[in-house]
């Protein structure tokens, strides 16, 4: 079993700027690529940013040059940096992990979802 716990969700101001956490724990042999989603209500769930094993990432369009995602492989915590926010950029974030467990088969995780609400 594997769990992702995300944390810093909140309430903020436009151009504002939060920082979400999300840890992976449990049978956890190692951790390939990490992600964030976003889903607002009635819309699609998307890719807001990704970075590999290796530390390579990648950006959706409307993020790009204001948020930044980073990971700390001790702490099997993936980290997203959100600055100038929107009012657009509210939405439920989810931590997505790319895990392979002892048994050596690999796994999509997801964390529980954390609100951010972007409002003057």
């Given at each position: ?18 920082r979400l956490?999300?840890?992976?724990s ?6 390939n ?9 009635g819309?699609?769930r ?5 970075i ?17 995602i ?6 099997n ?5 959100m ?16 895990i ?12 529980q979802g954390t609100?951010v609400?972007?409002?003057?």
């Amino acid at each position: 079993q594997v769990q992702l716990v995300e944390s810093g969700g909140g309430l903020v101001q436009p151009g504002g700027s939060l920082r979400l956490s999300c840890a992976a724990s449990g049978n956890i042999f190692s951790i390939n690529a990490m992600a964030w989603y976003r889903q607002a209500p009635g819309k699609e769930r998307d890719l807001v940013a990704s970075i590999t094993s290796g530390g390579m990432t990648t950006y959706a369009d409307s993020v790009q040059g204001r948020f930044t995602i980073s990971r700390d492989n001790t702490k099997n915590t993936v980290y997203l940096q959100m600055n100038s926010l929107k009012l657009e950029d509210t939405a439920v974030y989810y931590c997505n992990a790319q895990i392979e467990t002892w048994s050596r088969r690999t796994y999509d995780y997801w964390g529980q979802g954390t609100q951010v609400t972007v409002s003057s």
